[in-house]
């Protein structure tokens, strides 16, 4: 069958613009960035269905920049039997009025996956033909393949459709084995779209070696919805470094980051892909999304594989913030993993959540006071989103601490959607934004960070970033 799997445009307002297929959540990128996550749903699936005897079309229109009116001609031209997107709350209404637009110029099948249809799939039913919850690749091939010999779909795992007034919803399954899954389709954009900013080496490219998380933070749309239960896997190690090594001479990639949830979970794992690498005398750099309690020794040994950097997830300093979101973590153990890092040559990377439950004003400060204090070599904050799917989203509900349902004007807002009796919205968002100031005056007072932009600018060959940096310099005196 002919199959078109498409990431539309969602938010564009000259600048900045709406990410989603490939984000851990929605957000808006302001627009001196022109690159953008790789969307490994949307690409394993065009590769899963590819193997499988199909003919697929795949177009990213936010990483490309393609309207509606030229997506909707590159389709006259295509044909398509079936339309396989992704769909989210803050992208709800957008993909709606898209949806309505492809059925009634194309007369084709609609299936929606990510979070939206797998959390409230009636939802998204009432335009699309199908949704799938959770890892959709299997779940899509097998729907297609169905449909295309006019055979029953009914039991395919995870799917939902309507049957007359009530909605049928098959329970989810998880990939069991990574393996059988062929590498991720690259070929419907040029590389450079997709190169990762906290890289150190360009061109660069995304990985993923494992599935799931063993953590049940409750904030976590992955544990929650797209995995639905704790359940971490993982790929041969061999295949993955046969990927980083494909990746490096065919299209000529210098780093590799690895997107994993956490890609230090298993640490005898992490020894196996280090020293594979170190067999194969392979020279690529790479780094990885980890975890703050990995230990010296493992740390040593992915350096000399070729690790030049690690982002670890701090989120807050308040014990009892993360008691109440379930992260298994300490201060000590960042402070130690940030010394150890630093020691090592490992670029080190603290992401932070500004608005957890059971924060105060008061311990939002003190968080943002051991960001500056610690040397993190750069720092990234966030608020804290109740997404609907996940027990953040129920407790805000239940307690009353959600702003608003329109999650569209929350994203456009920083995505500040929650306020509580002794922490609001208001509050969140100035602490974001001090937190902001305080990192351009860390970040472009200082040559080597400055200098990591400007590399990614000289790759890419765009001014706009060139003009950031300036802007940012010029801030940090003001």
């Known amino acids: 069958m002919r199959v078109a799997i498409i990431n539309p445009l969602w938010i564009r307002d000259g600048n900045s613009t709406g990410i989603r297929s490939g984000s851990r959540w929605p957000h808006l990128r302001t627009d001196f960035f022109k690159t953008f996550p790789f969307p490994f749903q949307l690409a394993y699936a065009s590769s899963t269905l590819r193997k499988a005897g199909h003919d697929v079309r795949v177009c990213d229109c936010i990483a490309e920049g393609i309207d509606d009116a030229r997506l909707f001609g590159m389709l006259a031209d295509f044909e398509p039997q079936i339309v396989f997107h992704e769909t989210t709350t803050p992208t709800h209404a957008r ?31 009432d335009v699309a033909d199908f949704a799938i919850a959770g890892e959709s690749e299997i779940a899509l091939r097998t729907l297609v393949q169905a449909l295309s010999e006019n055979a029953d779909y009914r039991a395919v795992p ?43 080496h360009h061109p660069d490219a995304t990985m993923i070696s494992s599935r799931g998380c063993p953590f049940r933070c409750t904030f976590c749309l992955e544990s929650y919805v797209f995995n639905h239960k704790a359940n971490y896997r993982t790929r041969n190690v061999k295949d993955v470094v046969d990927e980083m090594a494909y990746l490096h001479s065919a299209f000529g990639v210098r780093e590799i980051y690895f997107d994993d949830t956490s890609f230090t979970t298993n640490r005898n794992r992490v020894a196996q892909m280090c020293q594979e690498i170190i067999d194969r005398n392979l020279k690529i750099h790479w780094s990885c999304m980890g975890d703050a309690r990995i230990d010296r020794e493992s740390l040593a040994l992915m350096r000399r594989s070729g690790c030049t950097g690690m982002k670890i997830g701090v989120e807050t300093t308040n014990p009892k913030s993360l008691d109440a979101v379930h992260k298994p973590i300490a201060t000590e153990h960042v402070v130690r993993c940030v010394e150890n ?45 109740p997404y609907p799917g996940t027990p ?21 807002r920083q995505n500040v959607n929650v306020s509580y009796p002794n922490l609001s919205a208001a509050v969140i968002a100035a602490k974001l934004g001090t937190c902001q100031r305080l990192l351009n005056r860390r970040v472009f007072s200082r040559p080597r960070l400055a200098l990591k932009y400007l590399r990614l600018a000289l790759y890419l060959k765009d001014v706009s970033i060139l003009r950031m940096i300036v802007q940012r310099f010029v801030s940090v005196f003001k």
Not at 392 to 412: I, K, P
């Open 95 to 125: 993909d709606k009025q898209w949806v309505r637009s492809i059925k009634e110029r194309f007369g084709c099948i609609v299936v929606s996956g990510g979070q939206l249809a797998t959390s409230f799939p009636e939802s998204v039913l």
């Open 158 to 200: 995870g799917l939902a459709f309507r049957e007359g007034e009530r909605v049928r919803r098959n329970p989810p399954e998880l990939i069991a084995d990574l393996d059988a899954l062929p590498w991720p389709d690259r070929t419907f954009a040029p590389l450079k779209r997709y190169q990762e900013t906290f890289s150190l």
């Open 392 to 412: 953040f989203y129920q407790t805000a509900r239940e307690n009353g601490w959600l702003v608003s349902d329109d999650w569209e004007t929350a994203t456009r």
């Open 341 to 385: 890092c630093r020691q090592l040559g490992i670029f080190i990377h603290g992401t932070f959540i500004i608005g957890l439950p059971e924060e105060t004003e008061e311990s939002v400060d003190a968080t943002i006071a051991f960001a500056f204090r610690t040397p993190f070599d750069w720092m990234q904050f966030s608020p804290a989103i």
